[in-house]
């Protein structure tokens, strides 16, 4: 552990946010696709990110996108319509 001075909750830090690919490839790695679920997450996930329930909708993404600007989200609108209609 480093403690960074300024930070109490690392998660709510931008020093992390290099970490957040490597992290992202080893969730993919272990966790397997078919455990994963996000209708059981409707209602009943609050991140911290957004302080609001967790949703599957183009505006939550939307909101999402704009505080991450994640690559992964970005796709994900762009392609809106294919993969909710998937």
Not at 32 to 41: A, Q, R, W
Request: aromatic fraction near 10%; proline fraction near 8%; glycine fraction near 4%.
């Amino acid at each position: 552990m480093i403690p960074l001075q300024g930070v109490d909750v690392p998660f709510h830090s931008s020093h992390l946010r290099n970490g957040v690919e490597p992290f992202r490839v080893m969730l993919l790695d272990k966790i397997k696709e078919e455990f994963l679920d996000p209708n059981k997450l409707i209602g009943k996930y609050i991140p911290n990110l957004t302080a609001r329930p967790f949703e599957i909708s183009k505006d939550y993404f939307e909101e999402t996108y704009k505080l991450t600007q994640s690559p992964k989200l970005k796709d994900v609108l762009e392609n809106w319509d294919q993969i909710c209609m998937a």
